[in-house]
């Protein structure tokens, strides 16, 4: 018989689409089981600052649709000292809090690691992230959601690019991560696609731009943020001084790519690991995210899920290469 009677629940990190989805899971299942739920706002900086806020069903009424996040969210730099995780611990005591569901990413999975190998207190996470970077699961929360959104900006992108005869070199997020420019550029047509897994330099990217169509009117090149032959404009510029007849042009999307309605498939997600982080940590589950892999609910370490080892899917290059001719 678990002793859990009271499920704090937070977003920490950058938001996503999807998030308000989970803490609904969260919130519906906690009450299912006759478990009390607190939510914890503003993630580890607001449970260093005792913002908690008593859940009920009707608090996560009406919020599935909904981007961003009810509870707010931070990036917490108190948390990565040990005071602050002493603080944390002290509120969360205060506040009857006996476990822990962390909505986020990377950076919310390792304070949750140091956080549950210095207390006692079950934690169990959830995949929030627009980057889809982390192992374990198939997909993170939120990213549906902004592949379906760079899409649709860079499909307009292209009705433009098409009538000036124009080449775009367009900007998507992921810190650490190709992977959003990967499927983005699959989907959008994109001539090449230049992301940190696959250490591609300028050149290769010239090689690409020259065995490419001569008469096509239109280029696009997707880039990842954290692409290391530089951002949009450094790579722009090296377009533009090997090829100064190519009009081209930058489009950096930013943090449209964070907002919006999650996809039917982000809450389908967001709702299937929120109501199995619950019975997880009711099973006694403690240090581990809930994705789902193949269709199936899994529990990874913290340690492991964290780990950037996102491999890239050499046939989803290759297709890249065949389709854009
Ligand atoms: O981790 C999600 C993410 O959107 C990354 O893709 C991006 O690098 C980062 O967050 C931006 O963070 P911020 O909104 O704090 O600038």
């Known amino acids: 018989m678990s002793q859990i009677k009271n499920i704090g629940v937070f977003t920490s990190g950058g938001d996503a689409p999807g998030m308000n989805a989970a803490i609904r899971a969260v919130v519906r299942t906690a009450i299912y089981y006759e478990l009390n739920v607190t939510g914890i706002r503003r993630g580890y900086e607001g449970m260093i600052n005792g913002e908690m806020v008593p859940m009920d069903r009707k608090s996560v009424s009406n919020i599935i649709q909904r981007g961003g ?3 707010k969210t931070a990036r917490s730099d108190q948390f990565k000292t040990p005071e602050g995780r002493k603080l944390a611990y002290g ?3 205060k506040h009857n809090i006996d476990a822990l569901v962390g909505i986020g990413g990377d950076g919310t999975f390792t304070g949750a690691k140091i ?4 207390y006692d207190i079950p934690i169990v996470g959830l995949p929030g992230t627009i980057d889809n970077d982390l192992q374990g699961t198939d997909f993170t929360i939120g990213y549906d959601t902004a592949i379906n959104t760079v899409i649709d900006a860079v499909d307009k992108i292209r009705d433009t690019a098409e009538s ?3 080449l775009f070199i367009v900007e998507v997020m992921g810190r650490d991560s190709g992977l959003i420019a990967l ?7 994109a001539e090449a696609i230049l992301i940190p897994e696959t250490k591609t330099n300028i050149n290769a990217l010239f090689d690409r731009l020259e065995r490419g169509r001569k008469d096509k009117s239109s280029k696009i090149v997707m880039v990842a943020e954290a692409e290391e032959a530089g951002g949009a404009f450094e790579i722009a510029q090296q377009v533009k001084d090997k090829y100064p007849n190519y009009d081209t042009r930058v489009s950096i999307l930013g943090h449209i790519q964070r907002g919006g309605r999650p996809s039917c498939m982000d809450r389908v997600l967001a709702s299937r690991v929120g109501v199995a982080a619950v019975e997880a940590l009711l099973g006694g589950h403690r240090n581990e995210m809930v994705g789902v892999v193949h269709n199936e609910i899994t529990y990874t370490p913290f340690d492991s899920a964290i780990k950037h080892n996102t491999d890239i899917n050499p046939n989803l290059l290759k ?3 065949i389709l854009s001719l």
Request: glycine share 14%; charged share 25%.
């Open 164 to 166: 000036h005869d124009r």
């Open 69 to 71: 996040t009810i509870l």
């Open 319 to 321: 297709i890249v290469e």
């Open 115 to 118: 956080f549950g190998q210095e």
């Open 91 to 93: 509120q969360l005591k």
């Open 183 to 189: 499927r983005t550029g699959i989907a959008a047509g």
